[in-house]
Structure formats: structure tokens, C-alpha cells
């Protein structure tokens, strides 16, 4: 559980090492392995709403019970992401349980 000023905190470092990881992996050439910046620009701009919101992001995942609230059109993104980088073996579904489709 993270104080208020710790996720400000923890938000600013995680949206430099997504910068870091882009430059790094623009280098390598290998594009799936590139649309991971897309998944977790993704996951930072999510918590980012969540803090807004008065939420704890750092308490939402699946260990503890909570989810990180997302809107649909992050989840279709999500899922173009997921489908390039895994070849649609995964797929992201929104709260109703529904697939949404890239």
C-alpha cells in the first residue's frame, strides 16, 4: 500500500523506465518485442487514473482482490497489443467477461 505521495512518486518513475524501455528496444528491431511499451504505456496511463480517482493502483492486481479500474477502449487497445505480440493467444476481456476484439 503506497501513500498518496508515493504513487505521485512511483507514477513519475514508472513513466521514465517505459521511456527508457522504448529507446532501448526501438534499437533492437524486433517489433513485438516494441509493442511491450505499448502495454505498459497502457498500464501507466490507467494507474495514473486510478490515483486521480483516490485509488491505490499499487493494490490493485489479482493477489490482492482488487482491480484496476479500465476503460473499454483501453482493453481493445490492449488486446491490438497483445494480439501482435502473442498472435491473438491472449486476449483481454472487459467487466461483463465479453471479448473485445482489436
Given amino acids: ?3 498518496v505521495d508515493e504513487r505521485a512518486q512511483a507514477l513519475a518513475a514508472m513513466d521514465q523506465l517505459v521511456n527508457a524501455f522504448y529507446a532501448h528496444a526501438a534499437r533492437l528491431n524486433v517489433h513485438p518485442f516494441l509493442e511491450f511499451t505499448g502495454v505498459m504505456r497502457a498500464y501507466v496511463k490507467s494507474c495514473e487514473r486510478a490515483h486521480a480517482d483516490g485509488i491505490d493502483f499499487s493494490e490493485c492486481n489479482a493477489h490482492a482482490g482488487q482491480q484496476l479500474p479500465m ?3 483501453e482493453i481493445r487497445y490492449l488486446n491490438e497489443k497483445l494480439n501482435c505480440i502473442f498472435g491473438g493467444r491472449i486476449t483481454a476481456v472487459t467487466d461483463d467477461g465479453l471479448e473485445r476484439a482489436a
Fill in 1 to 3: 500500500m503506497l501513500t
Fill in 71 to 73: 476503460e473499454s477502449f
